[in-house]
């Protein structure tokens, strides 16, 4: 086989793996029911936890729908089948929901754990992929994960079944954050350390407070006004009248003035300053900011609080060298 074939075979078989994952996904659709529909509401109405619970594969499927669960408002915890049947019991409370996810519903620590959860008074739901297993006739509600087979050559390995079952967690968690109301400024409220977070909750009053508050008036003579801009290192100076920003000279304001009129030492700030530069407040979000000066094709805004009193500047480089871009 030469080179081509085997690149077709492998490109080939690599698109047939996805389509059989694609259709698996689909198909669960049809199993979404009651079942599904009691086990938000249960979710929703518990004072406890929702425990999420497998073993093999299964349980890193179950520790990503915890991490997704935690992530947007349904407090969650990951508890692995095999250690609960020895000695991790304790984790689980009366008022707590569980999430039992089993392909095959009849393995030995779902069997031994089962009885447990009956006892304690637990609601039990079950994300399984055989309907007629010990699982699924003991749990209180049942989210169907059945697929017809495995996307590996010998049909063994889990991949359509993974894939099932991680999709049906996606729909339990987005249908649980449509249902708490969940915003963007709660999601921001627990992501506090990376960029989501900071594109939610990070304002310019956070990051202009480090720069200097260049400033000349409109009478400055143009040595004075080169020397606030080159000592200020913002590439930019506002032009003032009191605490009010009337114009804006740029390091390219002054190159464009040097090619124009050389002889520049009789020149006010009044004669190159630009007229109604861009502002903003200084509670807007940055990342609101950053989309202000994409549009605007600047590098700088003049910051301003309510009054419109001038406060300082922001440069674009505060906002990217925060991961937000």
Do not use: W
Request: hydrophobic share 40%.
């Amino acid at each position: 086989m030469n080179k081509l074939d085997r690149n077709a075979e492998i490109l080939g078989y690599a698109s047939q793996v996805l389509l059989d994952e694609a259709e698996a996904v689909n198909k669960i659709r049809q199993y979404l029911n009651d079942d599904f529909a009691k086990s938000v509401e249960t979710i929703l109405r518990s004072n406890g936890r929702l425990i999420v619970t497998g073993i093999g594969k299964s349980a890193i499927i179950g520790q990503k729908i915890v991490a997704t669960l935690n992530s947007t408002g349904t407090p969650a915890i990951f508890m692995h089948a095999a250690d609960a049947i020895h000695g991790d019991l304790g984790i689980i409370q009366p008022d707590d929901v569980v999430l039992c996810i089993s392909k095959s519903g009849n393995t030995p620590e779902i069997s031994q754990l089962t009885p447990f959860l009956k006892k304690n008074g637990n609601i039990l739901i079950a994300m399984v992929g055989n309907t007629d297993s010990f699982l699924a006739r003991e749990a209180s509600y049942v989210l169907n994960c059945t697929v017809e087979r495995e996307a590996s050559p010998n049909n063994l390995a889990p991949t359509c079944s993974s894939t099932a079952q991680l999709a049906l967690g996606d729909a339990l968690a987005s249908t649980l954050i449509k249902l708490r109301g969940f915003t963007s400024q709660d999601f921001a409220k627990l992501h506090p350390g990376g960029i989501l977070g900071k594109r939610l909750i990070m304002k310019v009053s956070d990051l202009y407070k480090y720069n200097e508050v260049p400033a000349v008036t409109a009478d400055a003579p143009m040595q004075q006004v080169i020397l606030e801009i080159s000592g200020k290192c913002l590439g930019v100076t506002a032009v003032v009248e009191g605490d009010r920003v009337i114009g804006a000279i740029t390091d390219g304001d002054l190159r464009r003035m040097l090619q124009k009129n050389p002889d520049y030492v009789n020149l006010k700030a009044a004669d190159v300053m630009t007229v109604n530069p861009k502002f903003i407040q200084e509670d807007t979000l940055a990342v609101d900011a950053l989309e202000l000066m994409k549009e605007k094709n600047i590098t700088n805004l003049f910051v301003v609080d309510h009054e419109g009193r001038y406060r300082g500047v922001i440069h674009i480089h505060d906002i990217i060298k925060e991961g937000i871009v």
